[in-house]
């Protein structure tokens, strides 16, 4: 329930719902950003360093070069023989992209290019790390060794060329370094030499290693002395395996048999090699490929035509016999109109068996090209049978010079052409040509495809910025603590009393004191229209409406966990109330690190424990009239045992005596959730008050807080939000803090 007379206070000291009706949830928001600039500062900063650390990195090219894989169809006569689909499908067949792009990505094709290249061999300048290889891109000529002359790093455009590097295989992988020296010699080191070696430029060194003998050819090294090359010989498999997953094959265009090869890498000269290399491997393979089918098909039909020919010769010969030894009869037009169609018939059909036996080595029974052969045959033997009845039922004279003529035509013409094509497979199988060509050889990459610099920084800053404003975000809604008073009064049903503002004035008092410039820290005292100073003004107005129903003049404050300002807020309190013309007495009841006596200036002694200890004591150790009106009960000396001091009697009766002597006691306890010393003193207070810091004090530690002290009897009547800022409440609130601000400067410019 609200305490009568309260209203104006609350109005100046505390932000009730009704002021905040219609703030959406934007200047909340901007609000939270402002209070956390630093963390999203930062966070920005953390990944542009890092962004700019991927863009000095080795950048990353792409070469490329175009494959035309053609169609059968597109091949020349003079290199593709007619009876070629006959014997061998596979050169009618169209070319299936698909399956040349495997190819160009098998291991074959590969591992030549890596035998050719030798790219197993890796060799490279030793650079710094991050910003070497990124140096040396922009440095020209030759550099000077190492940094700081150690390290052996090169930083310009140094070179070495490996011929021969050949390891034990137990040393595939393993690094090796090879140091340039004088007169054309080197030093060769690695951790399976017993000592670093020397060697000569240009000549085939062998060197005795742990593992066996390794073989070392260094052709030319360009580079001053003490400059350090990397040398690696890689597993022949790893370094195949390697360019694979690396080889991107595409075609370019729907059907247009035409692929596109790319790779990536660091090197573009090794890039564009590398792919040249693949390039030729695969077109000689098509080559031969092509020419090994040609010599199979050569031999194949160099092997029918001895058949074919006693096969026509005794064709002539029946043909010569029955002309002989009867009356020749003249056929017909139609005779002759159907001997044609059967002759063509059988050589159609003849073809189709022959390329059906092909084709039943290398298909089963059910593959589309031989159930499409199959139909061809059963149609063309359809045929064949319709044309043989026609010619049954001419007279039998005519039908056997017929059937003569037509066995000499068939035998004559296959005969024909076998010799045709095996001289046109021939030329196929001397010129070696193929249906693959290389169209655009790979050239060296001068732009990188990655990392962009500006692109990369953008991004990074970017990121950086996200990233600040969701970890902002995250930490609100898991650790951070409290910033609506509004959020407080619907969460624990306590009134927030006073939203006491971060002073910057008693930040330099702070610095003072630890630099031993000053022994007087109290805000209120050097600074009194301070804004913070104000606030606790407004809340002593509230105060007093308060303590015209509690149960004594004893007020408490207190918090749940350390360094939420609740001693600042006590010492200036207290020191306020006394300028009101109020008997004060300031109580340090935190008999564990209480340090209330330093903000006055005030020296150890006796306070608290010792009164505790022995109670005739209470009026000498009171330090009186530190400042008008204003006394104070220091904590004393740290004793072992505070909870067993102050749960007794002794301490209740003091309070009681105190309570008598003076207008108000302001009791400062030790931290709530801390330890149990606030609990076991809360119920001597009659007002009990909160403290909790701004965007650090959670709402469940108010709660527990509140819980406890209920536990012991005594009633939290509200609570004081310290140290909220003016800036990060500016959105939420515009101009409301500003103008109480301009008016408490202006005081203290009088004041000054």
């Given at each position: ?20 009706a ?40 792409q ?21 070629l ?26 591992a030549?290019?890596?035998?050719k ?18 140096l ?13 002359g ?64 390794l ?18 010989r ?9 360019i ?39 077109v ?69 068996q022959?390329?059906?036996?092909e ?10 090209i ?38 000499v ?144 003049n ?117 931290p ?23 965007s ?12 406890r ?19 990060s ?24």
């Open positions: 329930m609200r305490i009568p007379g309260t209203a104006m206070n609350v109005e100046q000291t505390s932000i009730s719902s009704s002021v905040l219609g703030h959406g949830d934007l200047p909340q928001m901007l609000d939270l950003l402002v209070r956390h600039w630093r963390t999203i500062a930062i966070t920005t900063g953390v990944c542009l360093l890092l962004g700019g650390v991927i863009a000095l990195t080795s950048p990353i090219y070469a490329n070069l175009l494959l035309r894989v053609e169609d059968q169809g597109d091949v020349p006569s003079t290199s593709k023989p007619e009876l689909s006959i014997v061998s499908p596979s050169f009618d067949a169209k070319s299936n992209a698909e399956a040349e792009m495997q190819v160009i990505r098998s291991r074959l094709i590969v030549n290019a890596v035998d290249l030798k790219l197993d061999l890796i060799s490279a300048p030793h650079r710094f790390p991050l910003i070497g290889a990124w040396a891109r922009h440095n020209t000529g030759l550099s000077k060794p190492g940094l700081l150690l390290g052996g790093y090169a930083w310009g455009e140094e070179q070495i060329d490996v011929d021969t590097f050949d390891v034990p295989r137990k040393l595939e992988g393993r690094p090796f370094a090879v140091t340039a020296l004088t007169g054309g010699r080197y030093e060769l080191s690695g951790s399976d030499l017993a000592s670093p070696v020397t060697g000569t430029v240009g000549k085939t060194e062998t060197f005795k290693t742990k593992k066996g003998d073989t070392l050819r260094v052709e030319r090294i360009v580079a001053a002395p003490g400059i350090r090359f990397d040398l690696k890689a597993s022949r498999q790893d370094a195949i395996d390697e694979q997953k690396r080889l991107q094959v595409v075609e370019q265009g729907d059907k247009s048999n035409v692929l596109n090869v790319s790779m990536r890498g660091s090197d573009p000269e090794w890039l564009s090699g590398t792919l040249n290399a693949i390039g030729d491997e695969y000689s393979e098509n080559n031969d490929r092509n020419a090994t089918i040609a010599a199979n098909s050569l031999t194949f039909l160099e092997h029918q035509l001895p058949a074919m020919k006693a096969e026509m010769e005794a064709a002539e010969h029946r043909y010569n016999a029955y002309r002989n030894s009867n009356t020749l009869v003249d056929a017909s037009e139609e005779g002759r109109l159907i001997m044609q169609r059967i002759a063509d018939a059988e050589v159609q059909l003849l073809n189709l022959r390329t059906r036996a084709l039943a080595d290398r298909y089963t029974p059910s593959h589309p031989v159930v499409a052969v199959d139909n061809q045959i059963a149609l063309t033997q359809q045929y064949l049978n319709n044309q043989k009845t026609r010619m049954k039922a001419m007279p039998l004279e005519e039908q056997g010079a017929l059937g003569l003529m037509r066995d035509r068939v035998t004559t013409e296959l005969y024909s052409t076998v010799r045709n094509n095996i001289e046109e497979l021939r030329l196929v199988q001397a010129s070696k040509a193929g249906f693959a060509q290389v169209i655009d050889r790979a050239e060296a990459p001068e732009h990188p495809v990655r990392p962009i610099a500006s692109l990369i920084v953008f991004a990074s800053a970017l990121l950086g910025l996200f990233a600040g404003v969701a970890i902002t975000y995250v930490r609100q809604l898991l650790i951070a603590g409290v910033t609506e008073p509004e959020e407080v009064e619907a969460r624990t049903g306590l009134m927030v009393y006073a939203m006491v503002p971060h002073s910057a004035k008693q930040h330099e008092l702070d610095r003072r004191a630890k630099a031993s410039e000053a022994n007087d820290l109290i805000l209120a005292h050097r600074y009194p229209r301070d804004p913070t100073v104000e606030s606790l003004r407004s809340f002593r107005s509230a105060l007093q409406f308060a303590l015209q129903g509690a149960p004594n004893i007020v408490m404050l207190a918090g749940p966990l350390p360094q939420v300002g609740k001693s600042f807020v006590a010492a200036n309190l207290a020191l306020i109330m006394a300028m009101a013309g109020k008997r004060v007495l300031l109580v340090d009841g935190d008999l564990r690190k209480g340090t209330l006596h330093r903000s006055f200036g005030l020296e150890t002694g006796a306070g608290l424990a010792e009164v505790l200890a022995d109670p005739t004591l209470f009026p000498e150790v009171i330090r009186r009239d530190v400042l008008p009106n204003l006394d104070i009960l220091m904590c004393g000396t740290y004793p072992p045992n505070p909870s067993e001091l102050l749960n007794g009697t002794v301490f209740d009766n003091l309070m009681h005596k105190a309570s008598a002597q003076y207008d108000i006691v302001l009791l400062d306890s030790a709530a959730l801390a330890v149990s010393d606030a609990g076991i003193i809360a119920p001597c207070a009659g007002s009990v008050f909160l403290v909790a810091r701004f650090e004090t959670r709402i469940s530690e108010i709660e527990e807080t509140t819980k002290f209920a536990q012991t009897g005594a009633r939290v009547c509200g609570v004081m939000l310290n140290g909220f800022t003016m800036q409440m500016k959105y939420l609130h515009p101009g409301r803090y500003g103008s109480h601000a301009y008016i408490a400067s202006h005081y203290n410019a009088s004041a000054k």
